[in-house]
C-alpha cells in the first residue's frame, strides 16, 4: 500500500508540473502573440529582409524583367498601366526604348503574385515639357495642391485626421509597429463577415488603416476592396512598402500621413474633373486658397484677428468635412450636403470631447457655414499666344500615344525633350505681336508698294514656323502665329494661298520630265521618230524631240532645258477647263505681251504661263488613258456610253445639290413662287407642272392655286378641265415637261420630291434620282451628237487626269482629299495648307526624300519609379518620293526667285560673322478669296471679300527651311492691297531673332 501511494503522489506531482508547464507555455505564446501584434518585432525583422530584397535598376534596352500593373486607379491616371501599349504605338511611330528599369528576381517573383511593387510613390506629377536645350516649356502638376512632406502639415489637420481614421498610427512607444494591420479593427471586421454569412444585409466595415486604405484607392481595381484576397493583397503590399527602409517604421508612418492627405479622392467636380488630395478638395469643392488655409490652422486662435478666428473656424470645418466625405465623396459632396454638414458637425463636437479642439474652436465651426460648390469657375484662360509651339507638341504627343484627351495626358508621370527652341521662339513671337502696333511694323519695313497700307495692323495675323533638317528627321525648332485662338494657322487651316500652288505644279512637271525621260532616253533616234505621240500632248512630244537632238541625255541637263521652255502669258486665250470656259489674268499688265521661260515665270510668278503649263500637265495625263484618241475619234467606241453616263451622273448631281439648296425648307406655295420667277408662264404649262409636282391634287386646289400664281389671266373653267384632265402627272417626259416650261428637269423633279418627302435629307435625293439623272440626258447619248459628246467626255478626261495630278500632289504631302479639276489649281484655286507646303520644301533640301516631322525627340516615362523607361527617336529611313535631280532642280528654281524674283528682299537677310550670307530660297503667293456672283453673261455683279494671304514658303543655307504667313479673315480683307511681299518682309524682319539658331552650333 505505501508503494502504491507514492507512487499515486508521484504522478500527482509530475501532472500539476505539466499543468504548470502547460499553463506557462500558453501564456508566453499568448503573451507573444500580444507582444507581437503591439509591437510587430517578428514581422519587422522578417518584412524588412525580404524588402531588403526589392530592388530596380534601369538599363540600356528593353528589361526582361518588368512587370506593368494591370489595374488601379493611380497606376491609371499616372499612365502605367497603358506603357505598353504607349510603347507599342512609338515603336510604330519610329521610337525605340533607350533604357528601362530592370525588377529584382524577388521583386518580379512578388508582383506576379498580385502584389504592389514596394517604392516610394509620387503623390504628384504630370506631364513636362522641355525644349531641346532643357529648358522648361511646360508642366502640368497633379494634384497641383500638396504637401512635400510632414513637417508642412498643420499639427491639427495631422490630429483631426488620426482621429477620424487611424488614432494609433503615430503611437512612439512602438517603432517597429507594422503600419498597415490594426489587430482589433481587422478582428472586429472579420466578425462582422462572418455575421453577414448568416445575415447578407449586414454591413461590413474595412478595418482598413491608412496604410490599406492608400493601397486600396491606388492599386486595386476601380480603388475599391472587392474580395478577401484583394484585403490581403492590401495588407502584404501596405506592409511591405512600410519596411522599405528597415525595421523601424516610425517615418514610414509620417510618410503614410502625408500620402493619404495628398491623395485622397474626393470625387469629381464640373469644371475641374477628378479632386484628389486635401489640398485640391479645399480648392474645387470650397474654393478656399490652399496656402491662406494652411497658414490659418497652423496659427494659434489667440494670434489671429478677429476676422482670421470666423476664417480659420471655417477651413477647419472645411478640412474635417474633407476628411469625412472622403469615404462616400460622390455622396457627400454631389448629392447630399446636408447630411455631409450634419457628419462634420457631430465629429467636430467628438473631436472636442477628445481634446483635439478647443470649445471656442469647436462652436466656431459648427456655426460657420459649409457652401460646397456645383462647379470651379475657370481661371483666366493663358493667352493662346505663347501656346502655339507648345500645343502643337501635345497633339502630337495625342497622336503618337493614341490618348483621346489633353486632360488624360497632362496626368501622366511622362517627360518629354522637345525638337523647339524656347529662347528663339519667345523673341520671335514677341516680334510677330510688335507688328500690330503701327510704329513697330513701319520700323521693321512692313508699310510700302504693295505691303501695309491703310488697314489697321491689328487685324493681320502673322504665323512664322522653321524647321532643321536632320539625319533620319525634320525637327520643328519654331512655330508662332499672333492668333489668340487655339486654331493654328500653320497647320490647321485650308488657305487659297495663291502663286505657292506653282511650285507644287514645277515639281509636278518636272516630275513627269524625269518620267518621260526614264521611258525614252534609252531609245535610238529612229526608235525615238517611230513613237507615235498625240498632237495635244506637249510634254511627251518636247521629251521625244530633245532627246533626238540632245547630244547631253542626263537627267538633270534635260530638266535644265525643261525649265527654259516657253510659253506664251496672254489672257485673251479662252480655256475649257472646270467643265466651263475661263479665262484668266496676271497680275502685272505688262507680262500680258511677253513670252517667258518656265524659270523666269516661276521667279516672277505669270499667271498665263502656268495656266498653260497646267494644261500641259493635264493633257499629259490624258494622252496616258489607253485608247483615249480612239475614244474621242470613233462614236461607236463602247466606252463613249460609260463615260457619258458619268458624265450625266455627275452633273446631275451638281445640279440637284444646287436645287436642293434652293427649294430646303420652302412650303409648296413658296417654292413654286421661286419656279415661277424662271419657268415660262402660261396656263397650259401651269397645269403640266402643278400636276407633275402634285399628283394627287384635285381640280378645285388646282383652281385655287391658280388664281393666286396667275392673276393676270382669266382662264374659262371648261378649258382648265380639259387641261386638268389631258395634261395628268404623265402626260409628259420629264425631259419634255423642261423643255416647254424652260426649266431644268431636275429643278421640277426636286420640287416633286421635296413635295412628297419634305424631310428628305441630301444624300436621300441624290440616291432616289439615279434614274432621272440618267433620262435629262438621253439626248446626249445619240451617235449624231458626237461633237457634243466629245466636250463632256473631255471634261470627264479632265477629271480623270485631275485625279493622277491628285496622286502626284498627295506623294508630295499635298494635305487634303481632293483638287479642283481646273487649270486653275495652278494657281491656287485648290487651297493649301502653310506647313504642307514647307513639308515639300523640305523634301527638296532632302533630296527627293521625305522624312517625318517631329517636335518630340525623347520620352521618359515613371521617372524613379519600378516602370521607369526611356524612349528616343531612331533615324528614320525616309521614302524617296522625288528624283534627286528633280529636287536640285526645285532647289535652284526657288533660289532663283529669291535672287531675280518676287522675293529679292530677301536675299542678303542672314548675314555670317564671315561676311558672307546664307544663301536663301523660296516661292510666295497671294490669295485673295472672294465669293464673287456671275451674271448668266458673265459679267461680275457682286464680290464679297473671305480673306487675304500672303505666303512666303521658304529655304535658308542647307539645314533650315519653313513658311511665313500674313493673314487677314472676313469682309476686314478688303480694306487690305498687300501681297507676297509682306510675308518675305516678315521674315527679314524675323531675321536676328533667328540667326542664334541658323549659325553653325546654334
Not at 105 to 129: C, D, H, N, V, W
Not at 477 to 499: A, F, H, V, W, Y
Not at 712 to 720: E, M, R
Request: some cysteine; proline content about 4%; charged content about 25%.
Amino acid at each position: 500500500m505505501p508503494i502504491v501511494k507514492a507512487r499515486s503522489r508521484r504522478k500527482q506531482v509530475w501532472r500539476i508540473i505539466l499543468m504548470i508547464f502547460t499553463f506557462l507555455l500558453i501564456s508566453a505564446v499568448i503573451f507573444g502573440v500580444i507582444y507581437e501584434l503591439r509591437t510587430s518585432t517578428l514581422q519587422s525583422h522578417y518584412l524588412s529582409r525580404l524588402a531588403a530584397k526589392i530592388g530596380v535598376r534601369v538599363l540600356p534596352g528593353k528589361s526582361p524583367s518588368i512587370q506593368f500593373p494591370k489595374a488601379g486607379p493611380y497606376d491609371m491616371r499616372f499612365g502605367y498601366v497603358e506603357l505598353p501599349t504607349f510603347l507599342g504605338n512609338l515603336e510604330t511611330a519610329g521610337y525605340d526604348i533607350e533604357a528601362q528599369a530592370r525588377f529584382s528576381p524577388f521583386l518580379l517573383e512578388y508582383t506576379r503574385a498580385g502584389f504592389y511593387p514596394a517604392y516610394r510613390e509620387k503623390s504628384q506629377a504630370g506631364l513636362r515639357i522641355e525644349d531641346r536645350l532643357g529648358r522648361l516649356i511646360y508642366a502640368s502638376a497633379y494634384p497641383e495642391r500638396i504637401f512635400s512632406d510632414c513637417t508642412q502639415i498643420p499639427d491639427i489637420i495631422i490630429k483631426i485626421l488620426l482621429y477620424i481614421e487611424n488614432r494609433d498610427l503615430l503611437d512612439s512607444r512602438y517603432p517597429l509597429k507594422n503600419p498597415a494591420v490594426e489587430w482589433k479593427r481587422l478582428a472586429a471586421a472579420a466578425l462582422e463577415l462572418g455575421i453577414k454569412a448568416v445575415d447578407s444585409r449586414r454591413n461590413v466595415p474595412g478595418g482598413s488603416t491608412l496604410a490599406t486604405q492608400i493601397e486600396k484607392y491606388r492599386h486595386s481595381p476601380r480603388g475599391l476592396t472587392l474580395s478577401v484576397k484583394d484585403k490581403y493583397q492590401q495588407m502584404i503590399s501596405a506592409s511591405m512598402r512600410a519596411y522599405l527602409d528597415g525595421q523601424e517604421t516610425l517615418k514610414a508612418r509620417y510618410g503614410i500621413i502625408c500620402d493619404f492627405i495628398n491623395s485622397m479622392p474626393l470625387g469629381a467636380i464640373s469644371g475641374y474633373g477628378e479632386v484628389m488630395g486635401l489640398g485640391d478638395g479645399l480648392y474645387a469643392w470650397y474654393g478656399a486658397d490652399f496656402t491662406e488655409t494652411v497658414r490659418l490652422l497652423a496659427e494659434r486662435p489667440s494670434n489671429l484677428t478677429g476676422s482670421e478666428v470666423k476664417a480659420r473656424a471655417a477651413a477647419l470645418k472645411e478640412v474635417v468635412s474633407l476628411f469625412v466625405a472622403q469615404r462616400r465623396p460622390s455622396y457627400f459632396l454631389s448629392k447630399d450636403h446636408t447630411a455631409l454638414e450634419a457628419k462634420t458637425d457631430s465629429y467636430l463636437r467628438l473631436l472636442a470631447q477628445a481634446g483635439i479642439l478647443r470649445p471656442g474652436e469647436r462652436d466656431a465651426a459648427i456655426v460657420a457655414p459649409l457652401i460646397v460648390q456645383e462647379r470651379v469657375v475657370s481661371p483666366g484662360t493663358q493667352s493662346f499666344l505663347s501656346r502655339k509651339a507648345l500645343n502643337a507638341i501635345r497633339v502630337q504627343l495625342l497622336n503618337l500615344l493614341d490618348v483621346d484627351r489633353l486632360y488624360r495626358l497632362d496626368r501622366f508621370d511622362l517627360s518629354v525633350t522637345s525638337t523647339v527652341d524656347q529662347s528663339v521662339q519667345q523673341e520671335t513671337t514677341t516680334l510677330l505681336e510688335s507688328f500690330s502696333d503701327p510704329s513697330m511694323a513701319r520700323k521693321n519695313g512692313l508699310y510700302g508698294y504693295h505691303l501695309l497700307g491703310d488697314g489697321d495692323p491689328a487685324n493681320i495675323v502673322y504665323s512664322l514656323t522653321l524647321y532643321e533638317r536632320s539625319e533620319g528627321a525634320n525637327l520643328m525648332r519654331l512655330q508662332t502665329d499672333t492668333l489668340d485662338q487655339p486654331l493654328n494657322i500653320n497647320s490647321g487651316t485650308k488657305l487659297e494661298l495663291g502663286s505657292s500652288a506653282k511650285f507644287r505644279t514645277l515639281a509636278n512637271y518636272l516630275e513627269i520630265i524625269a518620267a518621260l525621260h526614264e521611258q525614252y532616253h534609252s531609245l535610238s533616234r529612229a526608235e525615238l521618230a517611230a513613237v507615235e505621240v498625240d498632237a495635244a500632248d506637249n510634254l511627251s512630244r518636247w521629251v521625244i524631240s530633245y532627246l533626238s537632238s540632245a547630244g547631253n541625255r542626263d537627267l538633270s541637263t534635260m530638266l535644265a532645258a525643261a525649265m527654259q521652255r516657253r510659253y506664251l502669258a496672254s489672257p485673251k486665250e479662252h480655256f475649257f477647263t472646270g467643265g466651263g470656259v475661263h479665262t484668266f489674268s496676271n497680275f502685272d499688265k505688262r507680262d500680258d505681251t511677253r513670252i517667258f521661260s518656265v524659270q523666269d515665270a516661276f521667279n516672277h510668278s505669270i499667271n498665263l504661263v502656268f495656266i498653260r503649263l497646267m494644261r500641259d500637265i493635264t493633257q499629259y495625263y490624258k494622252y496616258q488613258i489607253p485608247g483615249v484618241r480612239q475614244l474621242l475619234g470613233d462614236a461607236k467606241d463602247p466606252r463613249r456610253h460609260d463615260y457619258l453616263s458619268n458624265f450625266a451622273d455627275q452633273e446631275g448631281r451638281i445640279f440637284l445639290q444646287r436645287f436642293y439648296r434652293k427649294y430646303r425648307g420652302k412650303s409648296f406655295d413658296e417654292a413654286f413662287d421661286i419656279l415661277m420667277e424662271v419657268m415660262r408662264k402660261n396656263p397650259k404649262n401651269l397645269v403640266a407642272v402643278f400636276r407633275y409636282i402634285k399628283p394627287d391634287a384635285g381640280l378645285n386646289e388646282f383652281k385655287t392655286f391658280l388664281a393666286s400664281h396667275l392673276k393676270s389671266a382669266q382662264v374659262a373653267d371648261n378649258i382648265l378641265s380639259e387641261l386638268f384632265e389631258r395634261l395628268g402627272p404623265d402626260a409628259y417626259s420629264l425631259v419634255d415637261l423642261g423643255y416647254i416650261t424652260r426649266v431644268h428637269p431636275l429643278e421640277l423633279w426636286m420640287l416633286a420630291y421635296l413635295n412628297r418627302h419634305p424631310d428628305a435629307t441630301q444624300g436621300e435625293v441624290i440616291q432616289n434620282s439615279a434614274a432621272e439623272r440618267q433620262e435629262v440626258y438621253t439626248w446626249l447619248f445619240k451617235t449624231s451628237r458626237k461633237n457634243k459628246q466629245n466636250v463632256r467626255i473631255r471634261a470627264l478626261l479632265e477629271v480623270e487626269a485631275f485625279s493622277e495630278i491628285f496622286s502626284e500632289w498627295k506623294r508630295l504631302k499635298y494635305p487634303f482629299n481632293s483638287l479642283v479639276p481646273s487649270y486653275a489649281t495652278a494657281i491656287g484655286s485648290s487651297a493649301d495648307r502653310p506647313d504642307s507646303l514647307a513639308e515639300l520644301v523640305g523634301i527638296v533640301l532632302n533630296k527627293g526624300r521625305w522624312y517625318p516631322t517631329l517636335q518630340i525627340q525623347k520620352l521618359c516615362f515613371g521617372a524613379k519609379t519600378p516602370y521607369e523607361t526611356r524612349v528616343v527617336y531612331q533615324k528614320s529611313q525616309g521614302e524617296q518620293v522625288m528624283h534627286p535631280e528633280v529636287a536640285e532642280a526645285l532647289r535652284q528654281a526657288l533660289l532663283g526667285v529669291a535672287e531675280n524674283g518676287t522675293a529679292q528682299r530677301i536675299r542678303s537677310a542672314f548675314l555670317l560673322s564671315d561676311g558672307t550670307y546664307l544663301a536663301v530660297g523660296g516661292k510666295t503667293g497671294t490669295g485673295d478669296n472672294r465669293h464673287n456672283i456671275y451674271s448668266l453673261g458673265g459679267h461680275l455683279i457682286s464680290s464679297k471679300a473671305i480673306n487675304r494671304t500672303a505666303v512666303f514658303v521658304f529655304f535658308i543655307g542647307d539645314r533650315f527651311y519653313g513658311v511665313v504667313t500674313a493673314y487677314v479673315a472676313g469682309q476686314d480683307s478688303d480694306d487690305y492691297n498687300f501681297t507676297s511681299g509682306l510675308a518675305v518682309q516678315v521674315l527679314k524682319a524675323a531675321a536676328p531673332q533667328l540667326m542664334p539658331l541658323l549659325t553653325p552650333g546654334g
